[in-house]
């Protein structure tokens, strides 16, 4: 396992030490990991790309941390009532009709090369400064007006066009994969 791989498993493994800050209300703290885990996406494809250190097991390893951290923060601070409903539906049906298609993609025997595309990599930056955002918002000691009332709800809305746009996106890339549509 090289480097890039390592900083991938740590990002995953501080997932669940996020999510319990999360719901222990230790939301600063949480913010810290969180920002740590968001900048070691980064990083790791930093390290991957110019030292030569792309693999296979980083290709599947780095989606399924950055699904991870991003899904399951979401969902605690949807719980939470931090994040609106109708967000989390849109992300999470999104991140699972990508997995179905991978899957039926596999059980019709069809190729289907997964690789992140540009609209994909802007969402998941959006999402990650979102729920940074957040977190930020609710480790304030006073409550941040500007945030809750202008900034976040903006958010939101651009996350929804993100990921409605990405999601488009894999499903031409994916019907084109399967022949439905032509290339």
Do not use: C, H
Not at 1 to 22: C, G, K, Q, S
Not at 131 to 137: F, P, R, S, T
């Amino acid at each position: 396992m090289n480097f890039a791989n390592i900083i991938t498993v740590v990002r995953l493994l501080f997932t669940p030490i996020i999510i319990w800050l999360i719901f222990s209300s230790y939301y600063y703290l949480g913010l810290i990991f969180f920002v740590l885990s968001g900048l070691s996406d980064a990083l790791d494809g930093f390290i991957a790309k110019q030292f030569n250190q792309r693999t296979i097991l980083g290709s599947y390893l780095d989606p399924v941390a950055d699904k991870t951290l991003i899904v399951s923060s979401i969902l605690a601070l949807g719980y939470m009532g931090a994040i609106p409903s109708w967000l989390i539906i849109l992300i999470v049906s999104r991140d699972l009709a990508i997995l179905g298609a991978v899957i039926i993609s596999w059980l019709v025997e069809r190729s289907l090369k997964i690789e992140p595309i540009i609209s994909s990599k802007i969402n998941t930056f959006l999402q990650i400064f979102y729920i940074g955002l957040i977190l930020l918002n609710l480790s304030s000691k006073e409550e941040i007006v500007y945030l809750n009332i202008f900034i976040l709800p903006t958010f939101s809305i651009l996350i929804a066009l993100s990921t409605l746009t990405s999601w488009f996106s894999y499903l031409i890339l994916w019907l084109r994969s399967m022949g439905i549509i032509n290339k």
